[in-house]
């Protein structure tokens, strides 16, 4: 009883940051009563999703127009979003295959409706099961990551602080500590929303360092302009306070819009050679052997490569508990986060991490290459996640 009443107002509590008018009274209120470094709930896009940015007092804030293009780039995800959902609730019945609840159906209780997700057989490949039993092939590697982030980068950063009870904040704070401060050079895969770039950058130097973003989500790249754009302004301002002669910073940054897997020679060969190599949640979804050997010519000699990833936590009790985790947001993602985040949430992630052993391929591949020394494997809290670190020859 006592455990159903606590998800009962979970459940209520979620559908209230869901609501504009909740949204907005909290914003007035938080306004009004915190001076100096505060949370600050931007307003909903459309349906009530929230993104939260951590800002300054008044003086040291970044422009109304870095928010104005912040909350463009977000609205732009959001908009991507609501389309690729309407183009699948547009697909013909004869067309539509159900599958069971854990797979690819989402029961709206609410509304005591169902909508099933985009059949995975209609362009005539492999469904995403099938993808996920079995990525030997790059097509079901890029169908599974196209399939699990669909124009969501405009609730990514807050969808993967509550998926991981607030974790990933520490996960990524343990891989910075791997990448050396004197690294003036860095290759980001995967850089998504600019979690980790934002840091990378604070660490070794907003405007001394070198970073080139890979990635394939091309909403997720819009809000990391964005985010850096603020980053620089926010810079500037702080290295001209007070001072008479203004001196503008620029954060030196390149995209690559592709599958880390198909980066070619022309993709790096300006941007390089890079003295770090950084990733986090890549390493699942794509052929270890094809990444290294594609970024390796890009290398100088000693440099770090540092790549991280979910793993499957050590048996027992810890075990017994990330398997009754990941069975609750199975349920519970599409439902807080939007339809979108269906096949990611539903069995299919979870699958995916027990079948990857990623960190010991990648260990694996990396000695088997005879360029790469001192290989580790670091696993952390409690070994539900990992990081492998190697210094190149």
Same mark, same amino acid.
């Given at each position: ?57 008044? *003086? *040291? ?20 979003? +609501? ?9 013909? @019945? ?51 990551? +196209? ?32 990448? @050396? ?61 007070? +001072? ?22 022309? #993709? ?10 950084? *990733?986090?949640?890549? @390493? ?71 079948? *990857? #052993? ?32 190697? +210094?190149?020859?």
């Amino acid at each position: 009883m006592i455990c159903a009443a606590a998800v009962k107002e979970f459940m209520r509590s979620a559908e209230a940051l869901n609501n504009p008018t909740v949204l907005e009274t909290h914003e007035q209120n938080a306004q009004s009563r915190r001076l100096g470094r505060r949370e600050r709930a931007l307003p909903a896009l459309g349906a009530g999703y929230v993104v939260v940015a951590t800002t300054r007092s008044a *003086s *040291s804030t970044v422009s109304a127009k870095r928010q104005r293009s912040y909350r463009s780039a977000l609205l732009t995800s959001f908009r991507r979003s +609501k389309k690729h959902q309407e183009e699948r609730d547009d697909i013909s @019945p004869e067309t539509t295959t159900m599958t069971t609840t854990t797979s690819t159906a989402i029961t709206n209780v609410d509304e005591k409706t169902t909508t099933t997700q985009e059949p995975d057989t209609a362009d005539g490949g492999p469904s995403l099961n099938e993808c996920v039993t079995d990525m030997a092939t790059r097509e079901k590697r890029e169908k599974v990551s +196209k399939s699990f982030f669909p124009n969501t980068g405009y609730n990514y950063d807050r969808c993967v602080a509550y998926a991981t009870l607030g974790f990933d904040a520490e996960w990524k704070r343990l891989l910075l500590r791997q990448i @050396p401060t004197s690294s003036k050079n860095v290759l980001e895969l995967a850089s998504g929303t600019a979690i980790v770039s934002k840091r990378i950058l604070k660490r070794c130097g907003v405007f001394t360092t070198k970073l080139t973003c890979v990635d394939i989500t091309d909403d997720y790249v819009d809000v990391a302009k964005a985010k850096l754009a603020a980053l620089e302004e926010k810079e500037n301002q702080k290295r001209n306070k007070g +001072k008479k002669e203004k001196e503008e910073g620029k954060i030196d940054v390149a995209y690559v819009i592709k599958n880390a897997e198909d980066i070619t020679e022309e #993709d790096l060969q300006s941007r390089g050679p890079f003295d770090c190599v950084v *990733s986090s949640y890549i @390493p699942k979804y794509v052929d270890a052997e094809k990444v290294i050997s594609s970024i390796e010519p890009h290398l100088t000699e000693g440099a770090t490569l540092v790549v991280h990833d979910f793993d499957v936590p050590y048996a027992g009790p810890c075990r017994w508990i990330w398997h009754a985790h990941m069975d609750i947001w199975a349920w519970m993602g599409p439902k807080m986060f939007g339809k979108e985040w269906a096949a990611c949430f539903e069995a299919n992630l979870k699958e995916l991490i027990i079948k *990857s #052993d990623w960190a010991k391929v990648w260990s694996d591949k990396l000695k088997e290459r005879g360029c790469w020394s001192d290989v580790k494997i670091h696993r952390i809290t409690l070994g539900g996640a990992s990081l492998v670190t190697a +210094k190149k020859n």
